[in-house]
């Protein structure tokens, strides 16, 4: 279903080796392709780098000082190539309360303990629990994603020098109209023919990065009046020196921005490993998390250090990237190579490109982006994952992407235990080898959920004096399912009745106190691990 989801986006792409040295397969093509990929990027990245910085309330080179670090970083030791990585929406919403309240030297300083905080991550391998998000939340997060995409453009088709920093990003200002807004509206409409047509005619030119060239020659040789890049603000500057972050070293400095550093961490680890699975979706490549979140970790330490906001990885960008062709590492080196020279020396030509071709790149993304498909299986699906896709949606325009991911998982997991526990039942017969003895063959997974059900099969005070509890068809998951075996040998034990209990673990064995004592050993005994057997063993839960 993965590959169909994205089928839209990823149709047309030659799938290639993620390799980034010329001497392992490299070729003049391969490396024209992916230079122009990273052209095409790190244009699409000056305009979102200067909002963001916007929203955090910080200067614009600031947001394009950490496009440039965390994006040359990841690049070259990211856990996947092909991905790209900088200043984020996500970030900056959080960023904001802490930089009005404290300033941009405090800021600095949480990008550095976020970065360290990443790396801990990374080295504890915590990345690979990535695996538990179910795919319907994948869905709600690519859609709320395409939404949340499509909603940040929009600010591009207000007056330039109307607009104005609220505190929680850029509010206010007059929205285009008349001639100006259908004007708009047309350029976009050109850039994003240009993107659709431009594959079927050529690929030797990424087609965004074609779609941006036309529309800009076009607006710059007419000379029309339309909103530009230069017009958000001036991207010029010179090279990012190392800097180190101006505050107090006390312990009410750390208290101030260790809540700061866990949540941007957490977010931004969230967001780059999502990004790692949907691009290692389209590339055919798995694995890497761990590495990627080391990577965020050292580029948002580095960046802490030179004056950048810091970020995590870009969904949108990076689905730039595949879809101009960029497949190896160099394509991210080169976006943040060019983000570089266009702060240097190219600003005045950069600051030339009319919004509406950028704006025209993300909204052929936002169609990309979409998991169309999710439309229709909505029908089909179980009502629980119907409603993941949508919570998960709805949750990530309202919210953010991190907070949609974890409801997501939340309710999942909640939906999967309900169904587990309701599973769980028991039928009866009369022993082939205990002479009026009665059998409960117990079926279904026995675990937090089920105990109580559990309990209920039992009927203590009608049955015979010897009950036999057979669980072959039945796994024992943890604590709660220990509890509830011991407490129904208690009731058993309390109404003078012999319990013997069959095919359990040999760690249930250990970790049971008193009905360990009636276990009847079989040569067919279940030899899986019980969930809990670790703990106990280190300690975690002490008397079983």
């Not at 240009?194 to 607006?219: K, Y």
């Not at 117990?442 to 105990?451: C, E, K, N, R, V």
């Not at 009905?515 to 008397?543: E, I």
Request: with cysteine; hydrophobic share 55%.
């Amino acid at each position: 279903m993965a590959r169909t989801t994205f089928s839209t986006f990823t149709k047309n792409l030659d799938v290639t080796d993620l390799r980034w040295m010329p001497g392992d397969g490299f070729s003049p093509q391969r490396l024209r392709i992916e230079l122009l990929s990273g052209l095409t990027v790190a244009l699409a990245l000056v305009p979102e780098a200067v909002a963001f910085a916007f929203v955090a309330g910080v200067h614009p080179l600031v947001g394009l000082y950490a496009a440039f670090l965390v994006g040359l970083i990841t690049a070259l030791i990211g856990g996947r190539p092909g991905m790209i990585s900088g200043a984020t929406g996500a970030l900056a919403v959080v960023m904001v309360s802490l930089v009005a309240t404290h300033g941009v030297e405090y800021l600095f300083a949480t990008v550095v303990l976020m970065g360290l905080l990443q790396v801990f991550a990374g080295v504890m391998q915590w990345g690979k629990f990535i695996r538990l998000v179910p795919h319907p939340v994948m869905l709600g997060f690519v859609n709320g994603l395409a939404i949340v995409i499509f909603l940040a453009q929009l600010g591009q088709f207000k007056v330039p020098g109307t607009m104005e920093n609220t505190g929680h990003g850029i509010g206010g200002g007059e929205w285009l109209s008349g001639p100006p807004l259908y004007l708009m509206l047309a350029l976009v409409a050109v850039t994003m023919a240009i993107i659709w047509v431009m594959p079927r005619i050529t690929r030797a030119i990424p087609a965004p990065l074609a779609g941006i060239g036309i529309v800009a020659a076009i607006v710059i040789v007419f000379g029309l009046e339309v909103p530009r890049v230069g017009d958000l603000a001036s991207i010029q500057g010179g090279l990012p020196s190392l800097h180190i972050p101006m505050v107090p070293l006390t312990w009410e400095t750390f208290e101030i921005i260790l809540p700061y550093a866990v949540i941007l961490a957490a977010i931004g680890l969230i967001e780059s490993l999502l990004t790692l699975n949907l691009v290692g979706d389209m590339t055919n490549q798995r694995g890497g998390a761990s590495q990627e979140c080391i990577a965020q970790g050292v580029a948002n330490t580095v960046t802490g250090f030179f004056g950048g906001m810091g970020g995590c990885a870009m969904i949108g960008q990076s689905m730039i990237n595949v879809k101009s062709g960029g497949r190896t590492r160099v394509a991210g080196i080169a976006a943040a190579v060019f983000l570089l020279l266009f702060i240097l020396v190219g600003s005045p030509l950069i600051e030339q490109i009319p919004l509406a071709a950028l704006v025209g790149v993300m909204f052929m993304v936002v169609i990309g982006t979409f998991a169309w498909n999710s439309l229709t299986i909505l029908r089909k699906v179980p009502f629980t994952d119907a409603f993941v896709i949508l919570l998960v949606t709805v949750v990530t325009v309202m919210e953010d992407l991190a907070v949609a991911v974890v409801v997501g998982v939340i309710v999942s997991a909640l939906a999967y235990a309900w169904n587990n526990a309701r599973r769980i039942y028991a039928t009866t017969r009369e022993s082939h080898t205990e002479k009026g003895a009665k059998v409960y063959e117990i079926h279904g997974p026995l675990f937090f959920g089920s105990a109580d059900g559990f309990m209920e099969l039992f009927d203590v005070a009608a049955d015979p004096d010897t009950v036999i509890v057979d669980f072959a068809e039945s796994r024992v998951v943890d604590q709660s399912a220990l509890q509830a075996i011991e407490a129904i040998a208690a009731k058993y034990e309390a109404a003078d009745k012999t319990l013997m209990l069959r095919h359990l673990s040999r760690d249930c064995h250990r970790l049971l106190n008193k009905a360990g004592q009636l276990m009847v050993d079989s040569d067919d005994d279940p030899d899986y691990a019980l969930a809990v057997d670790y703990s106990v063993r280190t300690g975690m839960l002490g008397g079983h």
